[in-house]
């Protein structure tokens, strides 16, 4: 999907314009901006409705959830009973816990001292051609957000 060709490092500042992605962005802000520059008591009234909306809309939902109905654009696909396993121990105590079908698990949990395992590949005692399927690289963005509409 990328049409961005020259070489980079991660983590540089690059031009607007050399990621026409990036570029059609800003270009549609600026429509929406000078949108809202021409008639802005309309766009004054939409986000008033919106946020009427959106409120109106998360009142519903308290509603319907609790009592359990289908109602208009609210669907209740299906319902479920879930015990918190740990909660009911602490309320009927170890014995009545086991005898009214409460198990203990053990899960293993795995985790990584990340200095030993990157001074393990540099010296080779992890092929680096294993990386691929444990190693991933995440980057933490800051965007713009989306908009919303009806």
């Given amino acids: 999907m990328s049409t961005f060709k020259r070489a980079v490092t991660p983590g540089e500042k690059v031009a607007i314009s050399d990621v026409p992605q990036v570029q059609k962005v800003m270009d ?3 429509e929406i ?7 802005p008591e309309v766009f004054m009234r939409l986000a008033d409705l919106v946020d ?3 409120t109106a809309v998360e009142d519903a939902e308290k509603i319907v959830r609790a009592t359990g109905i289908t109602c208009g654009p609210f669907v209740n696909f299906s ?9 009911m121990y602490d309320e009927l105590g170890e014995e009545l816990f086991f005898k009214a079908g409460g ?6 949990v795995y985790s990584v001292d990340k200095e030993v395992l990157e001074a393990s590949i540099q010296n080779g005692t992890v092929p680096e051609e294993t990386l691929e399927h444990f ?3 995440e ?7 989306k908009l919303a509409t009806i």
């Fill in 28 to 30: 549609l802000k600026l």
């Fill in 33 to 39: 901006d000078a949108l809202k520059g021409e008639f």
């Fill in 52 to 54: 009427r909306y959106n």
């Fill in 79 to 87: 319902s479920s009973v879930r015990y918190n396993a740990e909660k």
């Fill in 103 to 108: 198990k203990l698990a053990e899960i293993p």
């Fill in 135 to 137: 190693r991933t690289l």
């Fill in 139 to 145: 980057r933490k963005y800051k965007k713009p957000e």
